[in-house]
Nanobody, 116 residues
Framework: QVQLVESGGGLVQPGGSPRLSCEAS???????MGWYRQAPGNERELVAA???????KYGDFVRDRFIISKEITTNTIALQMNNLRPEDTAIYYC???????????WGQGTQVTVSA
């Protein structure tokens, strides 16, 4: 089974632009790849997802601040985040969901804290 490892989180100042990466241990061709986040006391929510054909979907709160990308040859996805706000503070999780819904895989998560 594919395993996912996130990197790139940490402490960021308001307005900062960190980049998260997620590396899969195997091919991501058969998966919808995405980023989710969960803040304390909140449910996990979709940040962004990327489908075959480079089709992308974003959570309503993103409002053109984030960009998701995928590199099939290296089995990685990335999330470029711009203009971060304190309310973006959360654990960000990488997700791989098989197109036939047979597998739903999560990474361990990476903490992003937006604070001055």
């Amino acid at each position: 089974q594919v395993q996912l490892v996130e990197s790139g989180g940490g402490l960021v100042q308001p307005g900062g632009s960190p980049r998260l990466s997620c590396e899969a241990s195997g091919s991501i061709f058969d998966y919808v790849m995405g980023w989710y986040r969960q803040a304390p006391g909140n449910e996990r929510e979709l940040v962004a997802a990327i489908f075959r054909g480079n089709v992308k979907k974003y959570g309503d709160f993103v409002r053109d601040r984030f960009i998701i990308s995928k590199e099939i040859t290296t089995n990685t996805i990335a999330l470029q985040m711009n203009n971060l706000r304190p309310e973006d503070t959360a654990i960000y999780y990488c997700n791989a969901r098989a197109y036939d819904n047979s597998r739903d895989i999560w990474g361990q998560g990476t903490q992003v804290t937006v604070s001055a």
